[in-house]
């Protein structure tokens, strides 16, 4: 027992004795309010993948290709010239046919930027599968105001359009 805390003796308890402080429990000097306002709290911004390294990460992959058929050519001895040709021809055969096209179960944990892109790319086509517009705003719907302007806005448009097929 420590400061009046804790077992006297540990047998018979199921525990080994010492005394451990719970880290889960709520400081006593938080208020209600205090924990309310963590509620609050805007959700973290998503980074844009920066398109920069997505390219000079797909250029790197062709490169390493093309390295490994140099090394595997020199090693069979062909000719410096032909090595040099196949090489080219490998690299613009890659480059042609690499796209932006990213498989996201393929990549690495570390390619932040690849999983970014494959991500925001997802949400694209969910977007676009449930029919969502583009300038569409989590929260817009319960704007009362915001409503009533885009009603009189579409209300608008439909009058000068009719107005255009009578003409």
């Given at each position: 027992?420590?400061?009046?805390?804790?077992?006297?003796?540990?047998?018979?308890?199921?525990?080994?004795?010492?005394?451990?402080?719970?880290?889960?429990?709520?400081r006593?000097?938080?208020?209600?309010?205090?924990?309310?306002?963590?509620?609050?709290?805007?959700?973290?911004?998503?980074?844009?993948?920066?398109?920069?390294?997505?390219?000079?990460?797909r250029?790197?992959?062709?490169?390493?290709?093309?390295?490994e058929?140099q090394?595997?050519?020199?090693?069979?001895?062909?000719?410096?010239?032909k090595?040099?040709?196949?090489?080219?021809?490998?690299?613009?055969k890659?480059?042609?046919?690499?796209?932006?096209?990213?498989?996201?179960?393929?990549?690495?944990?570390?390619?932040?930027?690849g999983?970014?892109?494959?991500?925001?790319?997802?949400?694209?086509?969910?977007?676009?599968?449930?029919?969502?517009?583009?300038?569409?705003?989590?929260?817009?719907a319960?704007?009362?105001?915001?409503?009533?302007?885009?009603?009189?806005r579409?209300h608008?448009?439909?009058?000068?359009?009719?107005r255009?097929?009578?003409?």
């Amino acid at each position: 027992m420590y400061n009046g805390i804790g077992l006297t003796t540990p047998r018979g308890s199921g525990t080994n004795g010492y005394v451990v402080r719970n880290l889960s429990a709520l400081r006593s000097f938080q208020t209600p309010q205090d924990r309310a306002s963590a509620w609050d709290v805007a959700p973290p911004k998503h980074r844009e993948p920066d398109a920069e390294i997505l390219e000079h990460e797909r250029k790197r992959k062709v490169e390493v290709k093309c390295l490994e058929l140099q090394l595997k050519l020199e090693d069979e001895g062909v000719e410096e010239d032909k090595i040099e040709e196949q090489v080219s021809e490998l690299r613009t055969k890659l480059l042609a046919e690499a796209s932006a096209q990213i498989n996201a179960k393929s990549l690495k944990p570390s390619d932040t930027h690849g999983i970014a892109y494959a991500k925001k790319d997802e949400l694209n086509k969910m977007a676009r599968a449930f029919g969502t517009r583009s300038d569409y705003h989590e929260g817009d719907a319960f704007d009362r105001e915001k409503q009533e302007e885009l009603r009189m806005r579409r209300h608008a448009e439909r009058e000068e359009r009719d107005r255009q097929r009578e003409e």
